[in-house]
């Protein structure tokens, strides 16, 4: 299936300063960007063919992949002063660099798209800025084997706050962290049917317009995950990803320590 992934944003708390136009899935995680990252683990269930929604900063992701340098990810042989690589990270990669609009609403961003979906019935779809080790697979066989027109993966709140509930007199009755309360919030990784486009209006939003009409109606399914999954919305998640990798902590490189290739869904 192809992959729809939304990286035209500012990523303004995610910027080191004013002159800094860089979009957050360029942010580096190890030798290579978030957004690569988030394609390798698509390419490792057998998705390969890539619509990038193109706005702010584009010409930082352009040029990664027009210029990208396959040797800092893989093994090679030198020979000649030749390079004769062993293994590939893109080679079979089909992606289409598409531009969106710098202001535009994400439900926006995959409407103009559209036309580069080949009238697929179903598509996944990304923010291209979180990471996770989820089973995509079963993601997606759960989501075909039933007639919702969406499916999102919903996680555990992430934030380290405690809800606080109050009785008479403002006595404290219990305290409970958020991550502990049976809540949960958008994951970011979807499988949508074309039938999305039908609650996306002009300028409109994938999630609190598409998804939110459907929840209406009864056909928005939910993948709930309590697995590894780490979003990089400010410079101290995306630090501590980079750490991570440092040390060899990455769950989400499942392309890593796979023995046999992935079941494509």
């Known amino acids: 299936m192809k992959v729809v992934l939304f990286c035209g944003g500012y990523g303004m708390r995610m910027r080191n300063g004013a002159a800094d136009d860089v979009p957050k899935p360029m942010a580096m995680v190890g030798p290579r960007p978030l957004i690569w990252h988030v394609m390798r683990y698509y390419a490792h269930f057998g998705h390969t063919e890539f619509v990038l929604c193109l706005g702010y900063g584009a010409h930082h992701i352009k040029n990664f992949f027009l210029n990208y340098e396959e040797t800092i990810s893989n093994d090679f042989i030198l020979r000649g002063g030749k ?49 996770t080790d989820a089973p995509l697979d079963l993601m997606v066989d759960r989501f075909a084997a039933s007639d919702a027109g969406a499916s999102m993966m919903v996680v555990p709140p992430q934030s380290s706050f405690h809800c606080v509930e109050m009785g008479e007199g403002n006595r404290v009755g219990s305290i409970t962290a958020v991550s502990e309360m049976p809540l949960w919030e958008n994951g970011g990784y979807f499988v949508l049917r074309q039938e999305i486009f039908d609650h996306i209006p002009e300028g409109g939003d994938l999630v609190a317009d598409g998804c939110g009409e459907l929840a209406k109606r009864g056909r928005l399914l939910a993948y709930p995950y309590r697995g590894f999954w780490r979003p990089t919305d400010t410079v101290k998640e995306r630090f501590a990803l980079d750490d991570g990798y440092a040390r060899g902590e990455r769950p989400w490189a499942l392309w890593e320590h796979a023995k046999v290739p992935a079941r494509t869904a």
């Open 83 to 131: 390079a004769e690589l062993l293994s590939t990270d893109i080679a079979d990669w089909s992606i289409s660099f598409v531009q969106t609009g710098i202001e535009s609403a994400i439900g926006e961003r995959l409407r103009r798209v559209r036309e580069h979906l080949d009238g697929d019935e179903m598509f996944l779809a990304n923010y291209a800025d979180v990471l």
